[in-house]
């Protein structure tokens, strides 16, 4: 079934689920397959593990959403392995992903004015 077409405007979806923000984010980059989502997740949110059915629940509820769309299947790995979906975001979503961004920068600067995290991690 092919996905609905979106309903709501950018700021109608936000806040992101962390969740959804994170598997967002992975994709930014280019189109991944499942596993090569969890291990960016893993390994951009600081060790958050991820249930692979998670991840799959979620993907579908954003396809539907009209943040995400399937790729064709690829087989990956050196020769040829097994047939693996591959995801990428859409301009939609990266609309979200965009708008969600600048909100949680947002409070991160106002968690910096109150001294709850340092002012940058390069400065001095």
């Known amino acids: 079934m092919p996905p609905s077409p979106p309903t ?3 700021a ?6 962390p969740r959804d923000y994170l ?10 397959h499942g596993h090569a989502i969890l291990e960016a997740v893993e390994s951009q949110a600081g060790g958050v593990v991820f249930d692979p059915a998670n991840l799959y ?26 047939p693996r979906r591959f995801f990428g975001l859409t301009e939609l979503g990266h609309a979200v992903l965009s708008a969600e961004a600048e909100r949680l920068a947002q409070l991160a600067d106002a968690a910096r004015a109150k001294r709850l995290v340092p002012k940058s991690r390069g400065a001095s």
Not at 12 to 17: A, I, K, T, W
């Open 23 to 32: 598997i967002l984010f992975a994709l930014v980059d280019g189109e991944r």
């Open 12 to 17: 109608s979806m936000l806040p992101l689920q």
């Open 8 to 10: 709501g405007s950018v």
């Open 57 to 82: 629940r979620s993907l579908r509820k954003m396809r539907r959403q009209g943040l995400v769309e399937e790729a064709a299947e690829r087989r990956v790995g050196q020769h040829g392995g097994r």
